[in-house]
């Protein structure tokens, strides 16, 4: 089956013409996702950036490959402060290359100079999971340090506590569901076609204003 086309129950599947406008409109922004580990920045990342024809970045893995060690290693030898430093290094160097799909670490956006420079050069999109999605998917994996706690769900609450009101400056907000991945592709792509192209009216309007 044709995963672009298996989601019928979904909404109308995006228009090549509505990706073009969409790559047209960013220009040399790039689209960046934030959100809690686990919300599926990456996955829905991934096949976004396909469907847009664009590289995809993972900030976490960038980092890694830039410190030659992984984010546990890095957590453990220098903690987080460090890790921190690093993190807002690297996705401001990855902010300054060009259009692409990047998927940040959950906590990256917490850093005022961070969102600044991501308000500046992308468009973001908040993936909003529900804390018992994000328990669900970060069970299966241990290389999350701030999650090696005794009580992991508390854990994951006092971060959503703390970072929900942060995650909301993002210019879009994405539900993340147990949904096809492809369904929240689609919601991506209509969010950003909309944002692109309400912002592109508002300034014709205004151009159009002044010029009078
Ligand atoms: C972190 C999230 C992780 C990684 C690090 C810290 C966080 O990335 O950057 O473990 O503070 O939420 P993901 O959100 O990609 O899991």
Same mark, same amino acid.
């Given at each position: 089956?044709?995963?672009?086309?298996?989601?019928?129950?979904?909404?109308?599947?995006?228009?090549?013409?509505?990706?073009?406008?969409?790559?047209?409109?960013?220009?040399?922004?790039?689209?960046?996702?934030?959100?809690?580990?686990? *919300?599926?920045?990456?996955? /829905?990342? =991934? +096949?976004?950036?396909? #469907?847009?024809?664009? !590289?995809?970045?993972?900030?976490?893995?960038?980092?890694?490959?830039?410190?030659?060690?992984?984010?546990?290693?890095?957590?453990?030898?220098?903690?987080?402060?460090?890790?921190?430093?690093?993190?807002?290094?690297?996705?401001?160097?990855?902010?300054?290359?060009?259009?692409?799909?990047?998927?940040?670490?959950?906590?990256?956006?917490?850093?005022?100079?961070?969102?600044?420079?991501?308000?500046?050069?992308?468009?973001?999109?908040?993936?909003? *999971?529900?804390?018992?999605? /994000?328990? =669900? +998917?970060?069970?299966? #994996?241990?290389?999350? !340090?701030?999650?090696?706690?005794?009580?992991?769900?508390?854990?994951?609450?006092?971060?959503?506590?703390?970072?929900?009101?942060?995650?909301?400056?993002?210019?879009?907000?994405?539900?993340?569901?147990?949904?096809?991945?492809?369904?929240?592709?689609?919601?991506?792509?209509?969010?950003?076609?909309?944002?692109?192209?309400?912002?592109?009216?508002?300034?014709?309007?205004?151009?159009?204003?002044?010029?009078?």
């Amino acid at each position: 089956m044709n995963p672009e086309t298996s989601d019928s129950a979904g909404p109308a599947p995006a228009t090549q013409s509505q990706e073009a406008e969409i790559l047209a409109g960013l220009g040399k922004r790039l689209i960046v996702l934030v959100g809690m580990m686990g *919300a599926g920045k990456s996955t /829905i990342g =991934r +096949r976004l950036a396909a #469907r847009l024809n664009l !590289p995809f970045v993972d900030a976490d893995t960038e980092i890694e490959v830039a410190a030659g060690m992984t984010i546990p290693e890095i957590f453990e030898m220098h903690g987080e402060p460090h890790f921190r430093d690093g993190e807002a290094r690297v996705i401001a160097r990855l902010l300054d290359g060009g259009p692409a799909v990047l998927a940040t670490g959950g906590g990256s956006f917490m850093r005022e100079e961070t969102r600044r420079r991501i308000a500046e050069k992308a468009v973001s999109i908040w993936l909003k *999971a529900d804390p018992d999605i /994000i328990m =669900r +998917r970060v069970r299966r #994996r241990a290389d999350r !340090p701030l999650l090696q706690t005794a009580d992991p769900v508390a854990t994951i609450n006092r971060l959503l506590g703390e970072r929900e009101p942060v995650y909301q400056h993002a210019d879009l907000t994405i539900g993340s569901r147990d949904v096809p991945h492809d369904k929240i592709v689609e919601e991506c792509i209509a969010a950003l076609h909309a944002r692109i192209f309400d912002n592109a009216a508002v300034a014709a309007a205004n151009s159009m204003s002044s010029a009078k």
